[in-house]
């Protein structure tokens, strides 16, 4: 697989068949939390427990690499089970912890972290995750990762005062992260994006160019790219989204390959990625 950016449009079942055997290096992807998030109805489908959808991901990985995929808290056992059903090893579990979550219900508790199912595909020779490519400061990197408000929390707790947290940092993207690359000269318009908390009955309304409801950050795909990638590697998301993990790809120099189903979703992911493409390119 030579190229370095290939977008497929589809439900990823169909897709991940037209990709050949053990062609892929990685699977970072961030699927449906199958919890209908604010009404979505691709949140909702089931696929992210279907271990025939992960059977042909483990046929399209190379032996010996890594899957890392997010699930929601009170879900995610049921995807680790499919992914394990479908012939994966579970090996761990990373935690991603932050402070602005917000509860679904009065009677719900706030959600303030989510778990990173961490698989490999079996091989005759143990496959090593990159573990000196992430270390901060000579410190072996941790399966927990903070944003500013749990960071925050964590260094007043330490007694020596150090900041540790900032070595396993990874905040929340901002607009200006989530929309680089969409403008209107470019064809993109702003839509009004509400997230229903269930706390009260009129939510306010943005409205964003990117009006993908849970747009990871960057940088925090870059580093799970970095621990499971080998350099040049293809990277596979069936579950693409508005593009993150393909552009924390590009930034990091691996190759990728992206599936997804929803058309709108899919043209700002191709904006997003090609943008920090160039910004990667130009060495900024």
């Known amino acids: 697989m030579r190229a370095d950016l290939q977008l497929l449009g589809g439900d990823c079942r ?19 939390y199958e919890i209908g998030f604010s009404g979505a109805a691709w949140d909702a489908t089931g696929v992210a427990y279907d271990s025939e959808m992960w059977a ?5 990985a190379k032996p010996g690499s890594y899957l890392m995929a997010f699930g929601g808290t009170r879900t995610f056992h049921r995807m680790a089970s499919a992914i394990e059903d479908a012939g994966f090893n579970v090996e761990d579990c990373m935690a991603w912890l932050y402070s602005n979550g917000f509860p679904k219900h009065a009677s719900k508790l706030k959600p303030a972290w989510e778990p990173i199912v961490l698989a490999r595909k079996s091989a005759a020779r143990a496959t090593l995750l990159n573990i000196d490519e992430n270390r901060d400061n000579g410190r072996w990197p941790a399966n927990v990762l903070f944003d500013d408000g749990a960071a925050a929390q964590f260094d007043g707790e330490n007694p020596r005062r150090e900041q540790l947290s900032r070595l396993f940092y990874v905040a929340k993207p901002r607009t200006g992260e989530r929309e680089a690359g969409l403008s209107s000269k470019a064809g993109f318009r702003r839509r009004a994006i509400s997230v229903l908390s269930g706390l009260k009955k009129d939510e306010p309304t943005r409205a964003r160019f990117n009006d993908h409801p849970t747009v990871k950050p960057i940088e925090l795909m870059r580093r799970l790219i970095r ?25 990091e120099g691996r190759r990728f390959v992206g599936i997804e189903r929803e058309r709108a979703y899919l043209r700002i992911a191709a ?3 090609r943008h920090w493409k160039e910004v990667a390119a130009s060495g900024e």
Do not use: H, N, Q, Y
């Open 227 to 251: 621990l499971v990638a080998p350099p040049r590697g293809v990277v596979l998301d069936p579950f693409t989204g508005s593009g993150t993990t393909g552009c924390a790809a590009m930034l």
């Open 14 to 32: 169909a897709m991940l068949a037209t990709i050949p055997d053990a062609s892929i290096d990685a699977v970072v992807t961030d699927p449906p």
């Open 271 to 273: 904006a997003r990625i």
């Open 56 to 60: 042909e991901v483990l046929r399209v």
